[in-house]
């Protein structure tokens, strides 16, 4: 089929990646609709993602092509911003670019395309797609290692992938921005955004939790012993040292956090060490055939992938037993799992297991 007789949808951030993504479809010869999804207000100056729509439109007026705004802000505050809050009210450190990628994205905007005619809906992730003969579609890593975005789709559905395009999958940030320049795009040297679009987390979560929420509790060791007082658990993340507010002969990490108790247990480096981890919510984009899953788990963005065995529980969750010990797992963060440069799935972090 022509590519010229296809409709796609690009979601359009005013940055550069997303503006390359529409530019290079408008050559290809697709009918490209440039979309701007209005999410979430920021004063800082710095750039963010998925904010600058006002940017978008004027990317839209030189390529050519029609945009759109979609106001959604009340439907993020819902589905992402009050769980992000509970989630650190809850001693976790939660990561919300998944949830929207999965329910904004390539959710809302996939459906709103479909009633637009579109075929498809472009992003300016760094992730490649593979199709096979069979109507299947594979994830896997963007050329471009430094910038792969994979890891924030795992939860993506095979439904959605069918519909997904991944332009800039086989480029490298320097060769984007050349296409940048070579489209005559102002975003040819936009700094890329560096933080969530949230900007100050602490004050956001603050702000939508109840007063029993904020209180303090202990910080003691592994023995129990209290070793001092925090100002809230949602101010900590398992992994932390500065900001504890203790003196002691040698760095002392954040090492567990109890929400019922809102006691945070406290420990030297080495105590960090995990020899495995349990996930639940698990989204396979590519069911496994067997309990047992070798494989490699991702535990942080652009954390290096550690080679492990992953075995269902029988619950809807998994034991992942790592082959070499890993520090800081942090509970609400995803683990993902990867064979290769190919994306199997992933799901949420809800415990470490010590070494």
Known sequence: MSNSKQKVVVAMSGGVDSSVTAGLLVEEGYEVAGVSLRLWECQRQEPQNCSDYLGARTVAGLLGIPHTILDLRSQFVKSVVRPFARSYLQGRTPNPCVACNRDFKLGILLEWAKTEGAEFVATGHYARLLRDRAGNTSLLRGADRKKDQSYFLFALSQK???????????????????????????????????????????????????????????????????????????????????????????????????????????????????????????NWIEPPEKEEIPSEVQLRYRAPSVPCLVRAKGDGKYEVRLEESFSSVTPGQAAVFYRGERLLGGGWIERAIRA
């Open 160 to 282: 959605q992938l069918a519909h997904t395009l991944f332009p800039l999958g086989d480029l490298v940030k320097a060769e984007v921005r050349q296409n940048a320049r070579r489209l005559g795009l102002p975003v040819a040297d936009r700094p890329e955004s560096q933080d969530i679009c949230f900007g100050d987390y602490k004050t956001l979560v603050e702000s939508l939790a109840e007063e029993d929420d904020l209180r303090g509790g202990e910080i003691v060791d592994r023995s129990g012993k209290v070793l001092g007082h925090h100002q809230g658990i949602h101010r900590l993340t398992v992994g932390q040292r500065r900001g504890l507010g203790l003196s002691a002969a040698q760095p002392l990490y954040v090492l567990e956090i109890d929400e019922d108790q809102r006691r945070v247990v406290v420990g030297k480096k080495d105590d960090l060490a995990c020899k495995g981890l349990v996930t639940h919510s698990v």
